[in-house]
C-alpha cells in the first residue's frame, strides 16, 4: 500500500530564511506526486506536482520541488519564506493512471511557522 | 470560472442522525473525490465519483456513502453519526484530462 511520511510535524523558520520541507513516499510505481497547501479553515491549494519528466518542478508563490527517485523523496523548497507562507503542508502521492480511480494518499502534513 | 462549492460551510449534529453534505465541482469536471480531515487521522479518501458510478472507495464503514447525479454533483451521507465523525470533509473535482484535483473549501461537521 501506498504512504507518504512527512517526518517534521512543525517546522519554525525566520522570515527572509530558506525553506525545506521534507516529504518520503512509498509506492508500487511511479507515482504522481503533489504539494499541497492548506490555511486555517480553508481547502487544500496545489503549490505544484510532478508527473514525469525534469526532477525539478516549479510551483506557484515561489515554490520549488525535487523528485529524487533513489531516496523516494520530494522535498518542497523556498529560497525566503514570507510570513504569508505560514500555513500546513501536505505531500501526496496519487496514481499513475492519472484516471483518478485511487483517491490521493496524504502525508500528515508539517505545520509551518513563520517567525518575525 | 466558479470552483468547487462546497455546502454547508459548517454543521453541528447529534450522535445517531444522518447527515448530506454537497459538492458542486467546477463545470465540466466529472470526477468528484471526498476526503475525511481529522487532527489525528489526517486527510484519508473516502471514495470517487466519475460520471455517477463509484470508482473506488477508502476504508470507511458503510455508514459512509455518496452518489453522484447527471450534472456531477456529488453528495456523501453519513449515517448514525458518532462522536468521531466529526472532521473536515473536502471535496475535489478533477478533470478528464488533467490529474490535478481542485478542492473546495470544506464543510465542517461536528457531532454532538
Known amino acids: 500500500a501506498q504512504s507518504v511520511t512527512q517526518p517534521d510535524i512543525h517546522i519554525t523558520v525566520s522570515e527572509g530564511a530558506s525553506l525545506e520541507l521534507r516529504c518520503n513516499y512509498s509506492?508500487?510505481?511511479?507515482?504522481?506526486l503533489f504539494w499541497y497547501v492548506q490555511s486555517p479553515g480553508q481547502g487544500l491549494q496545489l503549490l505544484l506536482k510532478y508527473f514525469s519528466g525534469d526532477t525539478l518542478v516549479q510551483g506557484i508563490k515561489g515554490f520549488e520541488a525535487e523528485f529524487k527517485r533513489s531516496q523516494s523523496s520530494f522535498n518542497l523548497r523556498k529560497p525566503s519564506v514570507h510570513w504569508s507562507d505560514a500555513a500546513e503542508y501536505f505531500c501526496a502521492v496519487g496514481p499513475i493512471s492519472g484516471g483518478g480511480a485511487d483517491g490521493l494518499t496524504f502525508g500528515k502534513g508539517t505545520h509551518l511557522i513563520i517567525q518575525p | 470560472k466558479a470552483g468547487v462549492t462546497q455546502t454547508p460551510r459548517y454543521l453541528i449534529k447529534t450522535r445517531g442522525q444522518q447527515v448530506t453534505l454537497s459538492c458542486s465541482p467546477i463545470s465540466g469536471h466529472r470526477s468528484v473525490s471526498w476526503y475525511q480531515q481529522t487532527p489525528g487521522q489526517g486527510l484519508q479518501f473516502l471514495f470517487e465519483y466519475f460520471s455517477e458510478t463509484q470508482r473506488n472507495k477508502g476504508n470507511f464503514p458503510g455508514r459512509f456513502s455518496g452518489r453522484q447525479f447527471s450534472n456531477s454533483r456529488s453528495e456523501m451521507n453519513v449515517s448514525t453519526l458518532e462522536l468521531g465523525d466529526s472532521a473536515l470533509y473536502l471535496c475535489?473535482?478533477?478533470?478528464?484530462?488533467?490529474?490535478?484535483?481542485?478542492f473546495g473549501q470544506g464543510t465542517r461537521l461536528t457531532v454532538v
Open positions: 509506492y508500487g510505481a511511479t507515482p504522481y
Open positions: 475535489a473535482s478533477k478533470s478528464q484530462t488533467n490529474t490535478e484535483a481542485f
